[in-house]
């Protein structure tokens, strides 16, 4: 392999980088890249099927295809102006003290034999393995390969997910009163040193008296939040007031609601979603489908159906909270019947999705967290006019053995979203759902 300088490393791609981000072998500057062979087999598996990774899979077979068109790619093809070479790499024999090491064959020990092959034949530059299995990437350190995770969808401050509600103690009382009587005031007669960001909450205290308060960016205002409730559900702390606000303002199209479990994030997007249900054609509530413990869905019994039954549980949880607030014969109760009789609302796998029209709807995107940044950004791209999205999740329950607390999709676009007008971000704090639940979560 020929490369303009010695300088430039050689990075050795693992299969589920490209599963998380089809792109992946534009994003390294001039660098060359080393493809095995074993990913291409491994790709193959993944071809067939509706869920996003089988779309990641095809999509990079279809970019390699226009790579390589019908010339022969035994000596590299270049990747464009100011980018590297793209190499397949067969299979290569391994060295004595792999072999030792890890006598099973499996594609990750053959991918380890092309860096060590690629770090001996190579000296003068330098090789590194990418890939976001943290297993693999120990295995390459321990003979002494370089190897790192795919970062270029990464967030670099992870704080601005894991924000607390701004309080603003000792507070005029007069400008309180004004906010009250007004109902919003110009950011700069509260003379608070903090410059928010777009639609942020916070509380602001004086003597006596507090108000809760959301910055308006586009008219660079402070606006006064009520406590309101939403299709019987009320709101119990500032936090979820703060959340009902914001997922019921159309000209917010896009939330992100984040906390630990019992902090009632799909709950609120649900009642706020039935209570605008005049304002939409349909609502869709959706969540990604992760097999836990090693048991692939196909294990479970029945149709497809009685497969994905389990998965989708907790979505109906929260749609039955919300039916029994009212007496079966409301007629609040059977307009969630009717709703869900004339499908306008539906709670599906996310795989189902695809495909169908997102305009003019409310569509609610549970477990986010398990999504990767590709599948958030390929997701929010569908929105068609009039169209309303909620994405929720729990930063610490990542239940993808790729994905960390960086490099979720949640946290990505709350990252790259953040300060847009369009867009707003609650992180709730207090579990509502027991005292048990909330110590659960506290202490174990």
Not at 43 to 59: H, M, P, S, T, V
Not at 388 to 396: A, C, E, I, N
């Amino acid at each position: 392999m020929v490369s303009k300088t010695s300088k430039s490393k050689i990075f050795i791609l693992d299969t589920n980088v490209i599963l998380h981000d089809h792109t992946c072998i534009y994003q390294f500057q001039d660098n060359d890249i080393i493809l095995p062979i074993t990913v291409l087999e491994e790709l193959d598996k993944f071809k067939r099927g509706n869920d996003l990774i089988n779309y990641q899979a095809r999509e990079f077979v279809r970019i390699l295809d226009e790579i390589v068109g019908d010339e022969l790619f035994n000596g590299g093809k270049s990747l464009g102006k100011g980018k590297g070479k793209l190499r397949i790499e067969t299979g290569k024999p391994a060295s004595e003290a792999l072999k030792a090491s890890f006598r099973e064959d499996i594609p990750d020990h053959r991918i380890l034999a092309i860096a060590e092959y690629m770090k001996l034949t190579y000296t003068k530059r330098k090789i590194i393995l990418v890939t976001k299995d943290i297993n693999l990437r120990m295995k390459a350190k321990s003979l002494g390969i370089p190897a790192e995770d795919y970062k270029t969808d990464q967030v670099t401050d992870e704080n601005v997910l894991d924000k607390t509600l701004k309080v603003f103690e000792n507070f005029d009382n007069n400008l309180i009163g004004s906010l009250y009587d007004q109902g919003s005031i110009e950011l700069g007669k509260l003379k608070i040193d903090l410059k928010p960001d777009a639609n942020e909450c916070f509380i602001l205290k004086g003597n006596g008296s507090s108000i809760l308060a959301r910055y308006d960016s586009k008219t660079d205002r402070v606006l006064r939040i009520e406590k309101k409730p939403a299709y019987g559900i009320k709101p119990r702390n500032a936090e979820q007031t703060f959340s009902l606000s914001v997922l019921m303002d159309p000209d917010i199209q896009l939330v992100a609601l984040t906390g630990k479990a019992g902090t009632g994030k799909t709950l609120l997007a649900l009642a706020a979603a039935i209570e605008m249900h005049k304002s939409f054609d349909q609502i869709l509530l959706a969540r990604p489908i992760v097999a836990l413990s090693n048991r692939d869905i196909g294990y479970l019994p029945g149709d497809a159906a009685d497969k994905i039954s389990p998965y989708m549980q907790p979505l109906f949880d929260n749609l039955s909270v919300i039916k029994h607030a009212f007496n079966p014969r409301s007629p609040e109760y059977m307009k969630i019947e009717e709703l869900q009789k004339e499908e306008r609302l539906i709670i599906t796998p996310l795989a189902y999705i695809r495909g169908r029209s997102l305009s003019n709807s409310f569509f609610i995107i549970d477990e986010a967290q398990n999504l990767t940044p590709h599948e958030v950004k390929t997701i929010i791209t569908r929105a068609g006019e009039g169209t309303k999205m909620v994405f929720t999740g729990d930063l610490q329950q990542i239940d993808s053995p790729y994905l960390d607390m960086k490099s979720n999709g949640l946290a990505y676009m709350t990252d790259r979203m953040r300060n847009q007008d369009l867009f707003a971000h609650i992180n709730l704090v207090k579990g509502e759902r027991s005292y048990l639940a909330e110590l659960a979560s506290d202490l174990l």
